[in-house]
Nanobody, 130 residues
């Protein structure tokens, strides 16, 4: 069983920065990709960023390009989301997600949607004040 645990959320002023971490544990953790999603109150959960574990292909939502950076540390089984120039509209619960390497990938678009992932963390709150 794979477990994902997010940390690093909090309250920050607009223009500030936060770094989220997602530590994965499990007997054999070897994902195809890891992603970050977010969900604001009353809204659907939306894609933020994703990274493939081996080739380090990276994808971002247009709303965060140039401000957020996703990275991973294979040795620590951890994925990070560095968030800079935060805006009030970035306020949401941020979720870490993982996709099994044994799952066939028909299109990279699968990495941009919620049902493209098999494992989810509990989420960490990010609040950006204006």
């Amino acid at each position: 069983q794979v477990q994902l645990v997010e940390s690093g959320g909090g309250l920050v002023q607009a223009g500030g920065s936060l770094r989220l971490s997602c530590a994965a544990s499990g007997r054999t953790f070897s994902p195809y990709a890891m992603g970050w999603f977010r969900q604001a109150p009353g809204k659907e959960r939306e894609f933020v960023a994703a990274i493939t574990w081996r080739r380090e292909n990276i994808y971002y939502a247009d709303s965060v390009k140039g401000r957020f950076t996703i990275s991973r540390d294979n040795a620590k089984n951890t994925v990070y989301l560095q968030m800079n120039s935060l805006k009030p509209e970035d306020t949401a619960v941020y979720y870490c997600a993982g996709r099994r390497s044994t799952r066939e990938l028909l299109s990279t678009r699968e990495l941009l949607v919620r049902n493209g992932y098999d494992y989810w963390g509990q989420g960490t709150q990010v609040t950006v004040s204006s």
